[in-house]
């Protein structure tokens, strides 16, 4: 019992940097979307001044 629960903690220990990462990067494309979002708002604004 005891070994089965060191493997699991190993693998959660493994995989933790793993699905951290991915979501940084998830959180990058989110950061440029709202990027573009806002020049197109902000592009729209000036046309309508």
Avoid: F, V, W
């Avoid at 998830?26 to 902000?42: A, H, K, P, R």
């Amino acid at each position: 019992m005891i070994a089965i629960l060191k493997r699991m903690s190993l693998l959660i220990l493994l995989a933790s940097p793993i699905a951290i990462l991915s979501g940084c990067n998830t959180m990058e494309g989110l950061g440029q979307d709202t990027q573009e979002l806002g020049q197109s708002i902000e592009g729209e604004a000036e046309e309508h001044d």
